[in-house]
């Protein structure tokens, strides 16, 4: 008894602090710098256990959970983007979220390497 409550109380913890997150991140309206990732992962597991398909619409990002579809909009020419999220990075500073190249390409053209974007959570 004492055990499935204590279980109990770590899942909603942990679930909370989850939802707290994604609220927060549910907020962001700011301009963020977004970059990506292609050939040299296309085929490799993914963060999420999924296979890297270059092609498809994905993310990574630090800490929302696997699944999360975002809004990404390109601040310069106002195009958008839906992914979603299935690894994690991007490992520089400065960036939010690592885009598979086809993303990218579908708000930007992939030789500019990083750009600025706002997002939404969907």
């Known amino acids: 008894m004492k ?7 770590v899942f909603f913890m942990f679930s909370s602090l989850s939802l707290a997150s994604l609220e927060n991140a549910k907020n962001e309206n700011t301009e963020v710098r977004v970059s990506w990732y292609g050939e040299r992962f296309h085929g490799k597991l993914t963060a999420s256990g999924e296979v890297y398909d270059m092609n498809e619409f994905t993310a990574a990002h630090k800490k929302l959970p696997f699944g999360t579809q975002v809004k990404i909009t390109n601040i310069r020419n106002d ?11 991007p490992f520089h500073k400065d960036r939010k979220f690592d885009l598979s190249k086809a993303a990218f390409q579908e708000i930007a053209n992939d030789s500019r390497g990083v ?3 706002t997002y939404e959570i969907l």
């Open 3 to 9: 055990r499935s409550l204590f279980l109990s109380l």
């Open 115 to 117: 750009i600025s974007v």
């Open 79 to 89: 195009k958008s983007v839906i992914v979603t999220i299935n690894d994690r990075g």
